[in-house]
Nanobody
Framework: QVQLVESGGGLVQAGGPLRLSCAAS?????????????MGWFRQAPGKEREFVAT????????YYADSVKGRFTISRDNAKNTVTLQMNSLKPEDTAVYYC?????????????????WGQGTQVTVSS
């Protein structure tokens, strides 16, 4: 199985930056490893559905962002280190949520929750006014 562990969450003032990291280990039954999976970040606020934030293709050559974070967040990956990051800038109170790293058995990026096969435990991000 593939294990994903997020880190970097915390309390930050509105307008400030925060960087989330996700470390991957193991491999799927298919034999695929981190470097061959598309990756994504999602978030879930209390009482709300999990929503898409950002995704990146296996090669790192393509990215896509939710309109709510476009221009403020940047997703990147380092396949040699088995890590994916989410750099968040100009944070807003509405960004407050538990953020999840996820891996999809796809080469192409995707924003659809159902297409992701593995999920991290989540890390809390709280943005104060």
């Amino acid at each position: 199985q593939v294990q994903l562990v997020e880190s970097g969450g915390g309390l930050v003032q509105a307008g400030g930056p925060l960087r989330l990291s996700c470390a991957a280990s193991g491999r799927a039954a298919s034999g695929r490893t981190f470097s061959t999976y598309a990756m994504g970040w999602f978030r879930q606020a209390p009482g709300k559905e999990r929503e898409f934030v950002a995704t990146i293709s296996w090669s790192g050559g393509s990215t896509y962002y939710a309109d709510s974070v476009k221009g403020r967040f940047t997703i990147s990956r380092d396949n040699a280190k088995n890590t994916v990051t989410l750099q968040m800038n100009s944070l807003k109170p509405e960004d407050t949520a538990v953020y999840y790293c996820a891996a999809a058995n796809l080469a192409a990026m995707t924003r659809l929750t159902r297409q992701y096969d593995y999920w991290g435990q989540g890390t809390q991000v709280t943005v104060s006014s």
